[in-house]
């Protein structure tokens, strides 16, 4: 699994973490998503999806202590890697790309030929 | 309900925290409740703790939930099996005198182990080419007598097979056969003797023989038709495609061969060389085939159909024994059913179709092979136990560096089938060595086993060889893994007491078992010299007794006192102290009172030539009238004549017919050991003489032998001379016994050679423990003697006590079974009960103080200087 693929999931993910900057770990990383997305992830999907992160080596993480509306349990903030963010970038220059080579009589007539 | 319901539900996060990974747990948790309490104030109560459900449950994922076992999961399993044989051939070749007890002690058990392997797979695979096994019956009889005596018959009358076929229903196919067709088949010049059975075409529908020509619908049909076997026709034509020829019976009856039959194979207990049709006896119309009653030895097989009724099939024997029990005079019959698995081996029935192994003879056989392989295991427990010290330092590094007790377990448990499987091989050549001698053992198993190796053997030796090792291995297994390691490598020695107390417990059994067994073959073999020599009244040294065969007793015998070595020569009916006998009732005076006197004829020199001691009378004239008797002492006291010389001229009457008197001979014995003296009567010219006893005076046995055959050919040259020593023919009498003693005497050696190859181990592993403190005692001032007398002791203790046991034991044993039925038997006194155990202790003794004298005679300087 120790690829370099980055999954639609993933990109989010890493996209999210670095809008969060600072403040991305589990709680806020989900929530984020939840209202951008408007899809519902759940904690453990997330977690799942973290961990390959970190074994790509697109993010890294570390403990912080925690506050007391979690009962003092510790959290794990993320940030994006270079690599990760190279991920992203290649990600997003292949997209572009390919939206740039789209005619465009196809885009302006989604329904047309 | 909980009281404070604002906070995330307990069992969930208790669910949580048990399924989730150690290290992950503090984290997700405070994600999971950082964000119940701000869906809290967001969704209020309900839904917070709904969504927190169902996060709980949506976290059931790989990454999260922790890995069944605590420990990381992959080992590396090839490398770890290699250390431990590794490990555990460095030990055996470090350890090379108590690898080598080991692996001997196990070899010569084993081996006793594999013939009971062999044994009983052979006895189990018995007629088990059959199809339809289950589905399989034979009928069979019980006799009532008129005074209440019951005697079970294996057989049922042919009569009664064809009534069952015919009249009542329940049965798929009924098969009766008879034994009887039995004699000479000739075709031309080339004859062959044929031991056959008659049976009819059912008998293929019902057993599963195969034809390999023929017709079995309709080979038995026709009278005179006859089925050969392969191995028969081979003989007879050289050729096995014989079908449509013609044979001639002994008596001319021509004969077609109809079928020809694959060998029975050697494990069926239905063995014949031909089968001929039942219809050849039915014309006839002999008894055989036509009365109830005649039984003897016919059997009826039957295949009963699918979804049988056992109770059905009853009701219908009882209704047909009760049609027919009218018919018979001197007994009633009752038919039952034997499921066709339990004719071989079988529980004692009369008149089986061949010899049948007796059930108690495997499992007496089983258990005596499992008492010499536990004797073996203890063996490997208790040097296992004892050496268990010396490699405490291997099992405390072992468990430091992370080896489980299962690992350990497993590892010792691993070398201890290795010895096994070492021993196993070696085992297996002592088993081909001592097959033979097993073989010979006794009747039964000469009669029905061959011993010979099927591919599953091998794969039941190897299962039994790890079976062995884990029986072995399993104690010392136990006990090790349960060292600690802290305790063992600060070197504190390990507390092995309860070790100690159960290898006493081990040796004490090993040589209870070796002096029982040893006691136990002294007394047999003191009985078995006791009843051959025994003193019958009568000599029987350099007597050779000829079979007369179809011959005239006269004829031979002057061809024999041709013979110059032979000094006399006699005829008699049957020969006494063989176990054969015959007896009658004997009047005389009073017609209301009788005698039971057993009864024997003999020719004229008889009395003579065999040193019969004549007391009063003139004895028999040179030829038998058929009216005189010889009687002997006890005869008279029954019948109240007290002087031996008023007996002569009386008038006695027995076979209804009035004898004479005419002599009185001293008591002699007649049967064997196991019966009284009783009333006798000699009787001349009233029966057939079968055997000739020749009395030789000879220095060269096979020169006189060859001159007797070459007389015997010159009156009779069809068949074969047949003759026996009168002494062999009484050793043959008590083969039973003999069979005992050799099974006794083997068992009792391996035993002996265990025990004292396990003594040997604890001698030695004593003595080196102790060297210290022996050397210790010597500079003290302590002599040999004593250093002797303190290793010895405890083992005296343990010696005394296995005596105890084992004699009063082996003593009961032999009374219960042995001499059971003798009548004459030897006194047993101390030296018969006390010397097998004397003996052993004495070799255990030189065994302990070769060792002991070892370790008290070593020098103390050499061993306190090292510490």
Known sequence: MKGTHLGEFQEIILLTILVLDDDAYGVTIKREINQRVKRSISRGALHTALTRLEEKGFITSEQAEGSPERGGRPKRYYTVSNRGIEAIQEAKALRDQLWSQIPKLRLQHPYAG | ?867
């Not at chain 2, 097998?836 to 103390?860: C, F």
Request: hydrophobic share 45%; net charge neutral.
């Open chain 2, 1 to 867: 309900m909980p009281a404070d319901r604002t906070t995330p539900p307990r069992f969930f996060t208790r669910l949580f925290e048990r399924f989730c990974k150690q290290n992950l747990y503090d984290e997700l948790q405070g994600d999971l409740e950082e964000e119940f309490y701000l869906n809290l104030e967001e969704f209020g109560i309900a839904r917070a703790r709904k969504l927190y459900r169902r996060e709980v449950l949506k976290m059931l994922r790989p990454s999260v939930v922790k890995k069944i076992r605590n420990q990381p999961t992959y080992y590396n399993h090839t490398a770890m099996f290699r250390n431990y044989s590794i490990v555990a051939f460095r030990n055996l070749s470090r350890n090379r005198l108590f690898s080598a007890i080991n692996i001997i002690g196990l070899a010569i058990s084993m081996a006793v182990g594999l013939i009971a392997i062999t044994f009983v797979s052979e006895i189990y695979s018995y007629d088990n080419f059959h199809d339809n096994r289950d589905r399989l019956f034979r009928v069979v009889s019980n006799l009532h007598r008129t005074n209440g005596n019951v005697t079970e018959y294996a057989t049922a009358s042919v009569f009664a097979g064809n009534r069952l076929a015919n009249d009542f229903a329940g049965f798929e196919a009924v098969a009766p056969l008879t034994k009887g067709f039995r004699g000479e088949m000739r075709k031309g010049e080339s004859s062959i003797a044929i031991q056959g059975i008659y049976a009819n075409n059912d008998f293929f529908k019902v057993l599963s023989f195969q034809l390999l020509a023929g017709n079995s619908g309709s080979a038995l049909t026709e009278p005179n038709s006859v089925i050969l076997t392969e191995t028969a026709a081979q003989k007879l034509f050289d050729r096995s495609d014989v079908v449509g020829e013609i044979i001639e019976w002994k008596d001319q009856t021509p004969y077609k061969i109809t079928g020809v039959l694959k060998d029975p194979p050697s494990n069926s207990h239905l063995k014949f060389d031909a089968i001929a049709s039942l219809k050849t006896l039915e014309e006839k119309n002999i008894s055989t085939v036509t009365d109830f009653g005649v039984i003897w030895a016919s059997h009826v097989y039957v295949l009963l159909p699918e979804n049988y009724d056992l109770q059905q099939i009853q009701t219908n024997l009882d209704k047909l024994a009760e049609e027919e029990n009218p018919k018979l005079k001197y007994w009633q019959l009752s038919l039952g059913l034997e499921r066709f698995d339990d004719i071989f081996p079988s529980t004692g029935k009369a008149n089986q179709f061949s010899t049948v192994m007796p059930k108690e003879k495997v499992t007496s056989i089983v258990v005596l092979a499992l008492i010499v392989l536990f004797s073996a295991c203890f063996n490997y427990t208790n040097l296992s136990l004892a050496r268990s010290l010396k490699r405490s330092k291997e099992i405390g590094v072992r468990k430091v560096v992370g080896a489980g007790k299962t690992h350990l377990f497993l590892q010792f448990i691993i070398e201890a089938i290795l010895v096994a499987v070492i021993a196993v091989i070696i085992s297996y050549g002592l088993f081909q060595l001592i097959k033979p001698e097993f073989l010979a053992l006794d009747f039964y198993i000469q009669r029905t086993t061959t011993l010979d190796l099927q591919p599953i053997n091998y794969l039941y030796f190897f299962l039994f060889a790890v079976a062995i090792g884990i029986l072995a291995g399993l104690f010392p297994s136990l006990l090790m893994t349960r060292f600690k390691p802290v305790n063992i490598l600060k070197g504190v020695s390990v507390k092995t007491s309860k070790g100690v107390g159960l290898r006493k417990v081990l040796v004490g059994i090993q040589f209870a078992l070796s002096m029982g067994f040893a006691t136990l073959v002294t007394m047999t073999y003191k009985q078995y010299k006791y009843a051959l020599n025994f003193d019958l009244g009568f000599t029987t040294e350099n007597i050779l007794n000829v079979e007369v065969q179809s011959n005239t007793p006269e004829v031979l015998k002057s061809q024999f006192q041709a013979v110059p070595e032979v000094a006399g020569v006699s005829s008699a009916s049957i020969m006494p102290s063989t176990g054969n006998s015959m007896s009658n009732f004997v009047k005389y005076k009073n017609p209301l009172d009788s005698v039971t006197a057993y009864t024997m004829d003999i020719g004229p020199d008889y009395l003579t030539n065999m040193g019969h001691q004549l007391l009063a009378g003139p004895g028999f004239e040179k030829e038998g009238t058929g009216d005189r008797a010889i009687v002997n002492e006890l005869f008279l006291k029954e019948i109240g004549i007290n002087k031996s010389s008023e007996a002569i001229g009386e008038q006695i009457s027995f076979y209804n017919k009035t004898w004479m008197i005419t002599g009185v001979v001293k008591d002699f014995h007649y049967g064997t050991i196991k019966n009284e003296l009783e009333p006798f009567i000699f009787t001349m010219g009233r029966q057939d003489h079968y055997y000739l006893n020749v009395k030789l005076k000879t220095n060269d046995i096979t020169a006189t032998m060859n001159r007797l055959e070459s007389a015997w050919k010159e009156v009779d040259n069809v068949h074969p001379f047949e003759a026996r020593f009168y002494d062999d023919w009484l050793q043959d009498t008590y083969s039973d016994m003999n069979a005992s003693l050799k099974t006794f005497g083997l068992l009792s050696g391996v035993a002996i050679c265990i025990s004292i190859l396990g003594l040997l181990g604890m001698a030695v592993y004593n003595a080196e423990s102790r060297l210290k403190e022996l050397a210790i005692r010597k500079v003290l001032g302590a002599t040999l003697s004593s250093l002797m007398l303190l290793l010895s002791r405890s083992f005296m203790g343990i010696f005394i006590l296995s005596a105890c046991v084992a004699i009063p034991l082996a003593y009961y044993i032999y009374e219960e079974t042995i001499v059971s039925t003798a009548v004459y038997k030897i006194n047993i006194g101390f030296w018969e009960l006390a010397s097998g155990a004397l003996l052993i202790v004495a070799v255990a003794l030189l065994t302990i103080s070769s060792q002991t004298m070892k370790a008290a005679r070593s020098n103390p300087a050499e061993s306190l200087r090292n510490e």
